[in-house]
């Protein structure tokens, strides 16, 4: 293997088509995702708009367990004999 080569980036794209709601219109917005690098292309016509940091934002609330996601509705017991099993 050749010690010259030196990897200084890297992108994996993955295609995306987002669903999106501008000025009340539902639109489709397709592009690439580079999810290593929480980054999105869009088309020119939908830059600027704020779609990439609703995306991300978007994946952090779906992705979030909700804070009472563990509570338990019956006490717990420590051990099998004190369950009365």
């Not at 992108?11 to 397709?30: A, F, R, S, Y």
């Not at 990439?52 to 909700?66: G, M, S």
Request: glycine letters at 4%; a negative charge; zero cysteines.
């Amino acid at each position: 293997m050749s010690e010259e080569i030196q990897i200084t980036d890297y992108k994996i794209l993955t295609p995306i088509n987002i669903d999106v709601i501008i000025e009340g219109k539902e639109v489709k917005v397709m592009g690439q995702l580079d999810y290593a690098n929480q980054e999105i292309y869009v088309p020119e016509e939908f830059q600027n708009m704020g779609i990439e940091t609703k995306f991300f934002q978007y994946l952090r609330e779906i992705n979030t367990l909700p804070s009472n996601f563990y509570a338990v509705e019956k006490p717990q017991v420590p051990s099998v004999e004190d369950a009365g099993v």
